[in-house]
C-alpha cells in the first residue's frame, strides 16, 4: 500500500513553477511586440508605395500634373 504525502508541494517546484508561466506568458508578449513594430513599418512602405503608383497612373492617363501630401500621423 502506497503512503501519499499530503504535504503539498515544496519551495523549489513551486518558484519553478511560476518560471515557466512566467516564461510562457511573457516572452510572446515580448517577441510580439518586436513584430508588430516590424509588420506595421512594413505595412506602411507598401501603403506608401501602393498610392504613390495610383497617383502616377491617375497623372499618366489623365495626362495632368499631381502632388502628394504627406502630413503627420492622425491628421487627414
Do not use: C
Not at 519551495?11 to 508561466?21: D, Q, S, Y
Not at 513599418?41 to 508605395?49: A, T, Y
Not at 502616377?56 to 495626362?63: S, V
Amino acid at each position: 500500500m502506497t503512503v501519499w504525502n499530503n504535504r503539498g508541494f515544496t519551495l523549489l517546484e513551486t518558484l519553478l513553477t511560476l518560471f515557466v508561466v512566467v516564461m510562457l506568458v511573457g516572452l510572446p508578449s515580448f517577441i510580439g511586440s518586436q513584430v508588430l513594430e516590424k509588420m506595421e513599418s512594413i505595412l506602411f512602405l507598401e501603403d506608401f508605395q501602393s498610392h504613390l503608383l495610383a497617383i502616377q497612373n491617375y497623372a499618366l492617363l489623365m495626362n495632368e500634373k499631381t502632388e502628394m501630401k504627406i502630413q503627420k500621423s492622425g491628421e487627414v
